[in-house]
């Protein structure tokens, strides 16, 4: 029994598999720091859990519509349409499994087999596994030097392309979009008939005076083209609930409700209640987070530049994205990451599974005490690199 074409072409993700080597190295033993895995180390608010135990109590554990609960979905739209200055119908929500389910959904109803859609590197490696998974073949984009979108490269980029995905904050490297970028993007898609896919997880986690800005909020134009997708794991250390959401016109909106009806039927009933409690009224941990994050990234990003690797500032996320040239051999960062775990114990992801091979990704979701370590550690394999 052969395993099909379309499953071998996925290889699984890069970084939940360091993570895994990490936590076997870690259950062996040895002193491990991983900076791999985009996961915060905070604990998911007080409010959320209560309203999972109430919910439970309640018996509200059986399937919902495949949407989505009416009540969730009314409470995104509120919440998403104040939070980017539109308004937002219920019938313009439905809620996924997660946001990398919301992303995949929203590629199979956009897309036809051969489609070529545009990945603005440096790109998190599961998008061109999702594009792939489609049927769809997927155009890589370089940035311009400081990791932002050069929009002249996708202007020659998108013709003949049928859509784009972008995400701001960016992962990995923190790089939040301008509206004069975003609406230059909006004007490319426009001019060449691009469908947009907006990857607004890390949209709460911003630092500076740059915020966020969501495409939906650049006009009605806009709205008519763009699929946004979020969800609750990074501002609201919801990961395991596994919950997200698509954000966009009601036809596109109904057709990925259909999808999701006939494969994966509904998302959880507990994950659906918990999320509803933190949008009608925001955790009083989640701003102390943001702080606490912009504490970690200057900490991080300050230590990267004394070791000689220089690093753009990230405006949001929790990455750093610094440039390891001077410290690459033949190998390239995976050589490096690599020879890093092993000597050092130390989980850093290379470049190359963002498009970069320059490069290397570090996580700052851990506290102030394991990043002193992590830049030890790197002190140290960087001096013997540079030996």
Request: hydrophobic content about 45%; some cysteine.
């Amino acid at each position: 029994m052969k395993v099909s074409q379309r499953a071998s072409s996925v290889a699984g993700s890069a970084t939940l598999a360091l993570a895994t080597r990490a936590k076997e190295m870690a259950a062996s033993g040895l002193d491990v720091v991983s900076m791999a895995v985009g996961e915060p180390d905070f604990s998911t608010p007080e409010a959320v859990r209560e309203a999972v135990r109430v919910s439970v109590a309640d018996g509200r554990v059986r399937y919902t519509p495949a949407g989505g609960t009416a009540s969730l979905r009314a409470a995104l739209a509120g919440a998403a349409g104040r939070s980017r200055g539109i308004e937002l119908s219920p019938s313009q929500v439905v809620v996924t499994h997660s946001c990398k389910h919301a992303l995949n959904l929203a590629l199979v109803a956009l897309t036809e087999p051969g489609d070529r859609v545009l990945l603005l590197e440096p790109v998190w490696g599961s998008y061109d596994a999702a594009v792939r998974w489609v049927g769809a073949e997927p155009v890589r984009v370089a940035p311009r030097a400081d990791l932002g979108p050069d929009l002249d490269a996708i202007a020659a980029a998108a013709r003949g392309a049928r859509g784009v995905m972008l995400n701001s904050p960016t992962n990995p490297s923190g790089f939040v979009w301008s509206d004069e970028e975003l609406r230059g993007i909006l004007a490319i898609a426009e001019e060449h008939d691009l469908w947009v896919i907006s990857d607004e997880i890390y949209r709460r986690l911003t630092y500076g005076d740059r915020p966020a800005t969501s495409p939906l909020s650049l006009g009605e134009g806009a709205r008519e083209r763009v699929l946004a997708v979020d969800g609750a794991s990074k501002s609201l250390a919801m990961t395991g609930f596994r919950i997200g959401c698509v954000l966009g016109p009601e036809a596109h909106v109904q057709a990925i409700t259909n999808i999701q009806s006939e494969t994966t039927g509904c998302p959880n009933a507990l994950s659906q209640d918990a999320w509803e409690s933190a949008l009608l009224e925001e955790p009083a941990e989640v701003a102390g987070w943001v702080a606490a994050f912009q504490r970690r990234r200057d900490l991080l990003v300050a230590g990267l530049r004394e070791l000689g690797l220089e690093c753009t500032l990230p405006g949001g996320a929790f990455y750093a994205f610094p440039d390891a040239t001077p410290f690459l051999d033949e190998r390239g960062s995976e050589g490096l990451c690599a020879d890093l775990l092993e000597s050092e114990q130390l989980v850093l992801v290379p470049g190359s599974v963002f498009g970069m091979d320059s490069h290397v990704r570090l996580s700052y979701a851990l506290g102030e005490p394991d990043l002193e370590r992590a830049l030890k550690r790197l002190g140290r394999f960087l001096e013997s690199r540079r030996g």
